[in-house]
């Protein structure tokens, strides 16, 4: 037990200590009582009405004083962000205070935080080839590795989702799924979707998996000399390559595998979008942003689902960890790529909420592309689907309940103790998930 300096006060020490559990203790009551709550229904009509309101008062506006300017809500999100990152900096710093350390020291770590949120981190940097273009759809193809390792002859194609940047595939050097899968032989391609605008506010996901996918496909079978080809779907990344290989079984696709693919929209426990769509218009939203539904929105519903873990808890986990360099650039480099989200295509955005979230459509046998009706019965390639089981955006529900629908004859389910991202971004993937998939890839 440290001496106190007198009967009335704590040893510095010791007041940290209780200051940090404390303060740590009640940031854990607040975040679980905030994930409970975003998911009930109050909540979900609250946050409806208020969309609502928003979109009525921009109405007005319009009508009757197009003079003022319109309301710039990414801007008011820049400077929440921004007061929630001064508020765990002052915590920080006082916590660091009260505990006894030199001014030096913490004048060293605040350089260290200033430079880590006010600069971009260069991520995607592994070398690649823009090898097609569709419109604002790219095609990169990845420089083979050669470090001694057997070539691997079939391609393999990367998918993300189309609300977000691929680049979460190759965040930096040493933590990038492109890296790690072009020095073990690969020839690896990604698809980049592009940022949607006027010209492609129609886009659907017959669009994505029926007219642009198959396109990109055959460039890279042509550039491969290979008539098979292997495909990895991540989040929306995995719902549209699911139905591209339940319309398309005998185009040469050999192995799927789906991360965290958002099939059955059953669950109304667990999928807390669903709850908040059902009170959202969500035709005037898309008609207030010309179609699309902007990326601002996107992010805010993301964080929201966990607010206080995505707008404190994160900022203060940083601070405690600035002398670890390791972990400050991981957070750095993951941090740039959550900001880059762009918008969704209005015809895209319209199926996601009204046909899948609010429909089920596609496990219940009717979602329809075009002239042609999905079904995942139909999948013949081999399929290896990975739950998440933290995934609050995917929840374990939607891989699960649909995944004995899947037809393929051989076909893998497994699990990761992680989340929505770390399944495939987190410190943890390349040591747990990434050698399952290379390993799944190689078998027979």
Request: net charge negative.
């Given at each position: 037990?440290?001496?106190?300096?007198?009967?009335?006060?704590?040893?510095?020490?010791?007041?940290?200590?209780?200051?940090?559990?404390?303060?740590?203790?009640?940031?854990?009551?607040?975040?679980?009582?905030?994930?409970?709550?975003?998911g009930t229904e109050f909540f979900a009509k609250m946050c409806g009405?208020?969309?609502?309101?928003s979109l009525a008062a921009e109405d007005f506006r319009r009508t009757?004083?197009?003079?003022?300017?319109?309301?710039?809500?990414?801007?008011?999100?820049?400077?929440?962000?921004?007061?929630?990152?001064?508020?765990?900096?002052?915590?920080?710093?006082?916590?660091?205070?009260?505990?006894?350390?030199?001014?030096?020291?913490?004048?060293?770590?605040?350089?260290?935080?200033?430079?880590?949120?006010?600069?971009?981190?260069?991520?995607?940097?592994?070398?690649?080839?823009?090898?097609?273009?569709?419109?604002?759809?790219?095609?990169?193809?990845?420089?083979?590795?050669?470090?001694?390792?057997?070539?691997?002859?079939?391609?393999?194609?990367?998918?993300?989702?189309?609300?977000?940047?691929?680049?979460?595939?190759?965040?930096?050097?040493?933590?990038?799924?492109?890296?790690?899968?072009?020095?073990?032989?690969?020839?690896?391609?990604?698809?980049?979707?592009?940022?949607?605008?006027?010209?492609?506010?129609?886009?659907?996901?017959?669009?994505?998996?029926?007219?642009?996918?198959?396109?990109?496909?055959?460039?890279?079978?042509?550039?491969?000399?290979?008539?098979?080809?292997?495909?990895?779907?991540?989040?929306?990344?995995?719902?549209?390559?699911?139905?591209?290989?339940?319309?398309?079984?005998?185009?040469?696709?050999?192995?799927?595998?789906?991360?965290?693919?958002?099939?059955?929209?059953?669950?109304?426990?667990?999928?807390?979008?669903?709850?908040?769509?059902?009170?959202?218009?969500?035709?005037?939203?898309?008609?207030?942003?010309?179609g699309l539904m902007p990326a601002h929105m996107i992010e805010a519903?993301?964080?929201?689902?966990?607010?206080?873990?995505?707008?404190?808890?994160?900022?203060?986990?940083?601070?405690?960890?600035?002398?670890?360099?390791?972990?400050?650039?991981?957070?750095?480099?993951?941090?740039?790529?959550?900001?880059?989200?762009?918008?969704?295509?209005?015809?895209?955005?319209?199926?996601?909420?009204?046909?899948?979230?609010?429909?089920?459509?596609?496990?219940?046998?009717?979602?329809?592309?075009?002239?042609?009706?999905?079904?995942?019965?139909?999948?013949?390639?081999?399929?290896?689907?990975?739950?998440?089981?933290?995934?609050?955006?995917?929840?374990?529900?939607?891989?699960?309940?649909?995944?004995?629908?899947?037809?393929?004859?051989?076909?893998?389910?497994?699990?990761?103790?992680?989340?929505?991202?770390?399944?495939?971004?987190?410190?943890?993937?390349?040591?747990?998930?990434?050698?399952?998939?290379?390993?799944?890839?190689?078998?027979?």
């Amino acid at each position: 037990m440290l001496p106190v300096h007198k009967a009335t006060k704590m040893h510095p020490v010791d007041a940290y200590e209780f200051l940090h559990w404390h303060s740590q203790r009640e940031i854990a009551n607040a975040a679980a009582a905030a994930n409970a709550m975003v998911g009930t229904e109050f909540f979900a009509k609250m946050c409806g009405d208020m969309v609502n309101a928003s979109l009525a008062a921009e109405d007005f506006r319009r009508t009757f004083m197009p003079f003022v300017p319109e309301m710039p809500i990414h801007m008011m999100k820049m400077y929440s962000d921004q007061v929630v990152q001064m508020t765990a900096q002052n915590w920080s710093v006082y916590l660091d205070t009260v505990k006894g350390e030199d001014q030096k020291t913490i004048a060293r770590r605040l350089e260290i935080w200033k430079h880590v949120l006010n600069t971009h981190y260069p991520i995607a940097s592994s070398k690649k080839e823009l090898v097609h273009e569709e419109g604002i759809v790219k095609l990169y193809r990845y420089t083979r590795l050669d470090n001694g390792c057997e070539r691997k002859p079939i391609p393999l194609l990367l998918v993300f989702a189309i609300m977000n940047r691929p680049a979460v595939f190759d965040l930096y050097p040493g933590n990038s799924f492109v890296e790690y899968m072009a020095l073990r032989g690969y020839d690896v391609y990604l698809v980049d979707w592009g940022t949607p605008g006027q010209m492609e506010k129609n886009f659907t996901f017959g669009t994505y998996a029926l007219e642009l996918l198959p396109k990109l496909i055959a460039k890279m079978k042509q550039l491969s000399d290979s008539e098979t080809f292997n495909i990895l779907g991540w989040c929306l990344g995995a719902l549209i390559v699911s139905l591209y290989a339940s319309l398309r079984p005998d185009e040469g696709l050999k192995k799927l595998m789906l991360l965290t693919a958002p099939l059955d929209f059953s669950d109304d426990e667990q999928l807390t979008f669903r709850k908040w769509l059902r009170h959202i218009d969500v035709e005037k939203l898309l008609d207030h942003h010309d179609g699309l539904m902007p990326a601002h929105m996107i992010e805010a519903g993301a964080q929201m689902l966990k607010p206080i873990d995505n707008g404190i808890r994160k900022y203060l986990t940083l601070w405690n960890k600035l002398d670890d360099p390791e972990f400050v650039e991981g957070w750095h480099a993951l941090d740039e790529w959550v900001k880059m989200n762009v918008p969704i295509a209005g015809g895209a955005y319209r199926q996601l909420v009204f046909e899948l979230y609010l429909g089920n459509k596609l496990v219940e046998g009717t979602f329809r592309l075009g002239n042609e009706t999905a079904h995942l019965g139909n999948i013949k390639a081999d399929v290896f689907a990975l739950i998440a089981e933290s995934d609050h955006i995917t929840p374990p529900s939607q891989i699960r309940r649909a995944f004995p629908l899947i037809g393929s004859a051989k076909k893998t389910l497994k699990e990761f103790s992680g989340g929505h991202i770390g399944v495939m971004a987190g410190g943890a993937a390349k040591d747990k998930v990434w050698p399952g998939l290379d390993s799944w890839l190689q078998a027979d």
